[in-house]
């Protein structure tokens, strides 16, 4: 069973930086794409930004030039740079981990990943 803990999150000021990170169990982290997701209350669950096992990198327009996501294989951590947050990137932030390996289709589609974290809390203020 694949377990993934996500730590980083805080409450920050509009305009400033955090980064997320995602510590996965498991011997096999390399060969799997990882995914970072995020939900505010009373809405639904968004893509912000992939990595795939090979180290291409997708993001949502809302994330692009403001967030890098980045993976340490040695580490079995994925990362999520944030800067220049908006009080609307306020929001639980989740990772998750593929279910397949290697290449999977549709990076921000939440169906191709079937582990989660329990996600960290980001708050940005005005």
């Known amino acids: 069973q694949v377990q993934l803990v996500e730590s980083g999150g805080g409450l920050v000021q509009a305009g400033g930086s955090l980064r997320l990170s995602c510590a996965a169990s498991?011997?096999?982290?390399?060969?799997?794409?990882m995914g970072w997701f995020r939900q505010a209350p009373g809405k639904e669950r968004e893509f912000v930004a992939a990595?795939?096992?090979?180290?291409?990198?997708y993001y949502a327009d809302s994330a692009k030039g403001r967030f890098t996501i980045s993976r340490d294989n040695a580490k079995n951590t994925v990362y999520l740079q944030m800067s220049s947050l908006k009080p609307e990137d306020t929001a639980g932030y989740y990772c998750?981990?593929?279910?397949?390996?290697?290449?999977?289709?549709?990076?921000?589609?939440?169906?191709?990943?079937?582990?989660w974290g329990q996600g960290t809390q980001v708050t940005v203020s005005e």
């Open positions: 998750a981990r593929a279910g397949a390996p290697y290449d999977i289709g549709g990076y921000s589609n939440p169906r191709q990943y079937n582990f």
């Open positions: 990595i795939s096992w090979s180290r291409s990198t």
């Open positions: 498991g011997r096999t982290f390399s060969n799997y794409a």
